[in-house]
Every structure is written in C-alpha cells, then in structure tokens.
C-alpha cells in the first residue's frame, strides 16, 4: 500500500507544490501538509483504501443512472446516528444508494446556524452520538452499497470553537486565523464592496467583541468568524479536517458556500481566483489520500459562475456542483 501513497503523491506533488508555493512561499509549511497527508494516508482503514482503489478503477462510477440520493437531518429522520442504522433496511427499500446527512458536528445550542457554526470538527453533537456512532453507521452503509455525504463548514468556525477562544485570550497565533481589525478603518473599506449575506437578520459584515475591544469578520452571523485562508496553518489545519473526516468513512464532502473562502480587500469576496487555487489543492489532496472521496461545491450563484468549480478535464476541481 505505501507504493499506491507514493504513486499518488508523485502523481500529484509538482502541481500541489507550484499552486502552494505561488499562494504562500512557505517551504515550511508545505513540508507540513505533505507529512500530513502521509500520516492521514496510513491512519486510513485497510477497507476504505480498497474502496478507494476499486474508485481509482472506476473514477466514473457516482454518474451511474442508479445513484438515488437523500438529504436528512438525523434527529427529525431517526433521533440520532444509531437511529439512522437501524432504518437503513428502509432506505435499501427505498433504493437510496447517497445519504445526505444535514450538518451533525459539535456546535452551541441557539447559536449554531442550523449546524453551520462548527465548534469541533471531531466531534459529532451530543444528542445525536459520536464519531464512532458514525464511523459504524458508515461502515454498514458501504455494505449495502450506499455513499454517505455531510457538509464540510470550512469559510469560518463558531466563536465557541477552540481556535477562537484561544484568538479571544489574545493569543496570537489563533489571532492570526481569523480577521481581526482594532478600529472600523479597515471593515469600512471591505464593506464598500463586500455584499451581505443576511442585512436583515445580521447586517454588515463585521461583529464588534466588546470585551476584546476589536472587529472580526463575521461575513454569515455574528457567532461565526471568518477563516483567514491567507494564512497556510489554516489551510493545512482544515485539510487536516477534512481527512479526519473522509476516514470516517464519508464519501461525498459537499464543500458549504466555497466561492467565499478567499477575501481580498477593494473585491466582493466571492469567486476570486485563489478560491480555484484553493479547491484545485484540495481535488489533489483527495486524490493523493482518499480518491474514492467526491467534492461537492455549494456555489450558490448565477449558472455562469458554477460551472468554472468543475476546473477542467486537465486540472479539475469539483466533482459534482
């Protein structure tokens, strides 16, 4: 198996380099992400690699005319992850072969977002079980021939997750992950061009923390922080995530309102270049560690700026749209 790793990431390791080198120039932290990507590769299940390997052979086989897909959330469709086990003879019934479970990680009662304001990527909410609920519920649903799909929250994290309150505490290395500004100088000059997501329910684009005496961008609601993905820990630190996630045993990661991951100043915020960048490494990354894992772009935008997240046949990024 080390030589399918090594295969893939020769495959893959010029291009990753180029894209991550042009974004951040640091060796540092690309020799970081590579030993991650390693590690994650070895922690992968012998099952999932076979999984993996029979989609290498098959690289087309979600667009088979029998794929029959169903969005859920877990406690209103059967309590908790447990629940949706024990239905899953319900949904063969039904011929479901793609399960979408709605958003189940760990996030703050009344100020979750529906589930949009992750504050632990490993650990799934309470009242709904855990990651070995789900990594069990994943495996009996590869038995019966069906892909599991959930959402990866990766533009911002809840205010209660650990990097923000350590950013809160002023420690400046979590600081550095988010966006932080000490007078409106700043935030007044990406309003001028930054569009806003919910001006009624949470106008503007920035939230005023009165006891840290700053502004944090908070592009959604005022309990999520805006990611930095200037910053290359964050980058590593999510794919970090996305992986622990894959090998659970999660097939499909639909990537949640990825044309907002990249912010520039004097731009809208949205579709910019480097978020091509950034999924492009991301479809290597993937394919390096767990090729049997689709990307699912959520690009809630007029038909002409969905379709350039397919990338090209010779570069391609998302899987499905």
Same mark, same amino acid.
């Given at each position: 198996m080390r030589n399918v790793f090594e295969r893939r990431f020769a495959a893959h390791f010029d291009e990753l380099k180029w894209l991550y080198m042009e974004l951040y120039d640091n060796e540092e932290r690309f020799r970081e992400l590579c030993e991650s990507l390693c590690a994650f590769y070895h922690e992968r299940s012998g099952e999932l690699k076979e999984r993996d390997l029979l989609r290498e052979s098959d690289p087309d086989w979600y667009r088979s005319p029998d794929m029959l897909g169903m969005m859920l959330y877990v406690d209103s469709f059967a309590g908790n992850l447990r629940g949706v086990e024990q239905r899953l003879d319900y949904l063969e019934r039904c011929r479901v072969n793609y399960i979408h479970l709605m958003p189940f990680l760990d996030t703050p009662k009344g100020a979750s977002d529906g589930g949009y304001a992750v504050a632990d990527f490993r650990k799934v909410r309470e009242?709904?079980?855990t990651m070995e609920d789900l990594e069990h519920l994943t495996g009996q649903c590869h038995g019966r021939g069906m892909n599991v799909c959930m959402d990866f929250v990766m533009n911002h994290t809840s205010e209660q997750h650990e990097w923000a309150k350590r950013a809160r505490?002023?420690?400046q290395e979590y600081r550095d992950r988010y966006f932080f500004y000490p007078d409106r100088t700043i935030p007044d000059q990406y309003e001028r061009t930054v569009p806003q997501v919910f001006p009624t329910a949470a106008p503007g684009n920035f939230t005023w923390l009165e006891e840290?005496? #700053?502004?944090?961008m908070t592009t959604f609601y005022p309990y999520q922080w805006d990611l930095d993905y200037r910053n290359p820990k964050v980058f590593n630190e999510m794919m970090g995530e996305f992986l622990y996630l894959t090998n659970r045993g999660i097939d499909i990661m639909r990537l949640d309102v990825v044309p907002y991951i990249w912010k520039e100043l004097r #731009?809208?915020?949205?579709?910019?270049?480097r978020v091509h960048t950034l999924v492009r490494m991301m479809r290597?990354?993937?394919e390096i560690v767990c090729p049997g894992v689709l990307l699912l772009g959520e690009v809630v935008m007029e038909p002409e700026k969905v379709v350039p997240y397919f990338g090209t046949v010779e570069k391609p990024e998302c899987h499905m749209l």
């Amino acid at each position: 198996m080390r030589n399918v790793f090594e295969r893939r990431f020769a495959a893959h390791f010029d291009e990753l380099k180029w894209l991550y080198m042009e974004l951040y120039d640091n060796e540092e932290r690309f020799r970081e992400l590579c030993e991650s990507l390693c590690a994650f590769y070895h922690e992968r299940s012998g099952e999932l690699k076979e999984r993996d390997l029979l989609r290498e052979s098959d690289p087309d086989w979600y667009r088979s005319p029998d794929m029959l897909g169903m969005m859920l959330y877990v406690d209103s469709f059967a309590g908790n992850l447990r629940g949706v086990e024990q239905r899953l003879d319900y949904l063969e019934r039904c011929r479901v072969n793609y399960i979408h479970l709605m958003p189940f990680l760990d996030t703050p009662k009344g100020a979750s977002d529906g589930g949009y304001a992750v504050a632990d990527f490993r650990k799934v909410r309470e009242d709904l079980g855990t990651m070995e609920d789900l990594e069990h519920l994943t495996g009996q649903c590869h038995g019966r021939g069906m892909n599991v799909c959930m959402d990866f929250v990766m533009n911002h994290t809840s205010e209660q997750h650990e990097w923000a309150k350590r950013a809160r505490a002023g420690e400046q290395e979590y600081r550095d992950r988010y966006f932080f500004y000490p007078d409106r100088t700043i935030p007044d000059q990406y309003e001028r061009t930054v569009p806003q997501v919910f001006p009624t329910a949470a106008p503007g684009n920035f939230t005023w923390l009165e006891e840290e005496q #700053t502004w944090v961008m908070t592009t959604f609601y005022p309990y999520q922080w805006d990611l930095d993905y200037r910053n290359p820990k964050v980058f590593n630190e999510m794919m970090g995530e996305f992986l622990y996630l894959t090998n659970r045993g999660i097939d499909i990661m639909r990537l949640d309102v990825v044309p907002y991951i990249w912010k520039e100043l004097r #731009t809208s915020c949205r579709n910019l270049p480097r978020v091509h960048t950034l999924v492009r490494m991301m479809r290597m990354i993937g394919e390096i560690v767990c090729p049997g894992v689709l990307l699912l772009g959520e690009v809630v935008m007029e038909p002409e700026k969905v379709v350039p997240y397919f990338g090209t046949v010779e570069k391609p990024e998302c899987h499905m749209l």
